[in-house]
Antibody, heavy 122, light 111 residues
């Protein structure tokens, strides 16, 4: 059974940093691209970032480019999102999502985690 | 940047069929694959259709996806509606500049 478990969310102050993690199991993690997708309270879904199976292709939404960094450790079956220079508009539930493909970071998700909540406030 | 436009809400009775549209604002809907995600209240999204019309294992064949180039739109059709189908549905696609673009979501009410 595919499982994606996010962690690392919480209260972050504007301008500070948070690091999210996603622990994957139930599939060969290193064979698939992975993504972060967020959902602000009461709002729709927004793609944040994606990374190919070997970290050779990485992409970011314009709203987070230059502030967020996605990475993965295939040996640890884990995906990460380093969030710097946090803003109030980054407040959202952050989902980890598995892609159906290995190399392409154009989102085609087939499994999603339960999400971790990030609240940015002073 | 392109946009995907969905109706804000749709409603239908149990046992009936409902279709949710997703209109591409520019370019061709057929140029890149469309996915559909279901999000029940208080839950994370699940994938019901990927690559225009493919169903993940475990998704019943009551769910189907299609593309219409004449209207430049994608559609999700749910037949034999059940109360458990009540949820928000999001379409999603991409292009060379935008790796993941979501529609605004459609709230399906099964009354």
């Amino acid at each position: 059974e595919v499982q994606l478990v996010e962690s690392g969310g919480g209260l972050g102050q504007p301008g500070r940093s948070l690091r999210l993690s996603c622990a994957a199991s139930g599939f060969t993690f290193g064979d698939y691209a992975m993504h972060w997708v967020r959902q602000a309270p009461g709002k729709g879904l927004e793609w944040v970032s994606g990374i190919s199976w070997n970290s050779g292709s990485i992409g970011y939404a314009d709203s987070v480019k230059g502030r967020f960094t996605i990475s993965r450790d295939n040996a640890k079956n884990s995906l990460y999102l380093q969030m710097n220079s946090l803003r109030a508009e980054d407040t959202a539930l952050y989902y980890c999502a598995k892609d159906i493909k290995a190399s392409s970071i154009f989102l085609s998700a087939d499994y999603w985690g339960q999400g971790t909540l990030v609240t940015v406030s002073s | 940047n392109f946009m995907l436009t969905q109706p804000h809400s749709v409603s239908e009775s149990p046992g009936k069929t409902v279709t949710i549209s997703c209109t591409h604002s520019s370019g061709s809907i057929a140029s890149n694959f469309v996915q559909w995600y279901q999000q029940r209240p208080g839950s994370s999204p699940t994938t019901v259709i990927y690559e225009d019309k493919q169903r993940p294992s475990g998704v019943p064949d009551r769910f189907s996806g299609s593309i219409d180039s004449s209207s430049n739109s994608a559609s999700l059709t749910i037949s034999g509606l059940k109360t458990e189908d009540e949820a928000d549905y999001y379409c999603q696609s991409y292009d060379s500049s935008n790796h993941g673009v979501f529609g605004g979501g459609t709230k399906l009410t099964v009354l």
